[in-house]
């Protein structure tokens, strides 16, 4: 079963318009993380933020926020006044426990920004 | 500086033809693993290592060997590459598993012809 859903394969935006990119995940752990990547059409991936299940307090961090919300078991992030550097293909995953002592990490299939000058 | 290296970062070859995809970090990390991504289906994990001499599979292990005889190495090997195999390669490493993020190499571009 799919334990992370990024809905929006591609989305586009006009720059300095704000967009948001879902992300709803799947597991059975009460303890368990969330996180968002970065990957620019140069290729390499970043990380950009971290999430526990026990913080649902929302994050802001310059233009970006993220929105964690366990009812609905979505970590969504929105790019506020979009520009042309954040076109680029983001990640959505999830890390919970799989058993004997080992955490199983689960990436969704990622959304690609493109923001249009 | 803190990095993840992997090489080389393209490759071209044939099938059947056995090759090593290397993967070193300087961070002294614990946990290293070995992605491919393939449009439409995101990031994939290989094969993973909690530490020297344990590894296990991870989503899409077949046609794939790993070794961990030293902490900072994480070779991935074809043995008999064929075309389904060609995609982009990541190497990650991470202080550990659960809340840790992933510091990811560069990326290794593969074709198999």
């Known amino acids: 079963a799919q334990k992370v859903t990024q809905a929006q394969t591609e989305i586009s935006v006009v720059e300095k318009e704000d967009v948001t990119l879902d992300c709803v995940y799947e597991?059975?752990?009460?303890?368990?993380?969330l996180f968002w990547y970065k990957q620019p059409p140069s290729g390499e991936l970043v990380f950009l933020i971290r999430?526990?299940?026990?913080?649902?307090q929302n994050e802001i961090s310059g233009r970006y926020s993220w929105n964690f919300q366990k009812s609905t078991s979505s970590f969504n992030f929105t790019i506020t006044a979009s520009q042309v550097v954040d076109s680029a293909v983001y990640f959505c995953a999830l890390s919970d426990y799989s058993g004997a002592g080992s955490y199983q990490l689960t990436f969704g299939k990622g959304t690609k920004l493109s923001v249009i000058p | 500086e803190a990095q993840v290296t992997q090489n080389p970062r393209y490759l071209i070859t044939v099938t059947g033809k056995k090759l090593t995809v290397t993967c070193s970090q300087n961070m002294n990390h614990e946990y290293m693993s070995w992605y491919r991504q393939d449009p439409g289906l995101g990031l994939r994990q290989i094969y993973y290592s909690m530490n020297v001499e344990v590894t296990d599979k991870g989503d899409v292990p077949e046609g794939y060997k790993v070794s961990r005889k030293e902490k900072r190495n994480f070779p991935l090997i074809l043995e008999s590459p064929s075309p389904n195999q060609t995609s982009l390669y990541f190497c990650?490493?991470?202080?550990?598993?659960?809340?840790?993020?992933?510091?990811f190499g560069p990326g290794t571009r593969l074709t198999v012809t």
């Open positions: 990650a490493s991470s202080a550990g598993q659960g809340a840790y993020e992933q510091y």
């Open positions: 597991t059975r752990d009460t303890t368990y993380y």
């Open positions: 999430r526990n299940s026990f913080d649902e």
